[in-house]
């Protein structure tokens, strides 16, 4: 028997990198129906028509409430419960501190922190009791770095929230747990932090140099962690924060 028969997961933003090779890895262990969202429906048609007919794209934005209750409204209506949700869609981009606008502001922690926090509060009654939450933070939560002082927050935030939630849902059994992925090759790094091919050759120098896996990370490394923590096998593991980095914050 496959650990995720007859289980059914949301996971946002899996419409590429880290979500989509989630999807990828819950259907390959047999679960019944995985919902991803995006806010893109061509690129959510495309992940779609890759993961098959037990995949169901959703568009829906995180960052706004009133998408977000029709996202829940959409999974009522099919009759489904879920077993387990990913919050995993986010993004990320350079801010200069000192001439970060309030709206550069919001822009971040509207996907990042109120996106995260809502779609959880959101959906939480469709999941079922025993289920589990992963919610995609950084090793970035903990770091400090120039020029990311938004993202690297609201990381922070969204690692605190796994720490709240595991007590909040302690009632109903719902465990809560953030997965910190390092540097994993997605279409984020290019899209949003604009590294190019030059400057991703020069982060992949770097690692291997400093961290001890001595490369960046891919996609379904990051998935693997999530399955672990969504699965009966980490039953005694609440509240945490799982890096997956190779080792490179570790050292
Ligand atoms: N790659 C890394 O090195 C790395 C490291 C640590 C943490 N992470 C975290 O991993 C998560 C996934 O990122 P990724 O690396 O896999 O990058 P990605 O391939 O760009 O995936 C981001 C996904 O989120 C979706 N998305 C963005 N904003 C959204 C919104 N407001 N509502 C719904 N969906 C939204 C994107 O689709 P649309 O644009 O079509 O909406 C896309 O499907 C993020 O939270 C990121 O911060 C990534």
Redesign the pocket.
Known sequence: MQQFEQKTALI????????LATAQALLAQGARRVYI????QA??AAAQAQLGERAIALV????DIASLAALHGEIVQRGDRLDFLFA?????FYNEFGDTTPATFDRLFD??VK?VFFTVQTLLPLINDGGAIVL?????ANLGMPNLSLYNAS?AAVRSFARSWASDLKPRRIRVNAV?????R????E??LGLDEAKLEGVTQMLGETAPAGRMGE?GEIAAAVLFLASPASSYVNGVELVVDGGYSQV
């Not at 995993?88 to 990320?92: F, K």
């Not at 995609?136 to 970035?140: L, V, Y």
């Not at 910190?180 to 994993?184: E, K, R, W």
């Open positions: 946002t933003g899996a419409s590429s990198g880290i979500g969202t995006g806010r893109d690129k959510l829906a934005d995180s960052s995993n869609a986010g993004i990320a996907t990042n996106g995609n933070a950084s090793i970035a990381k910190s992925p390092g540097m994993t997605t279409p984020i790094l899209n949003g996609t």
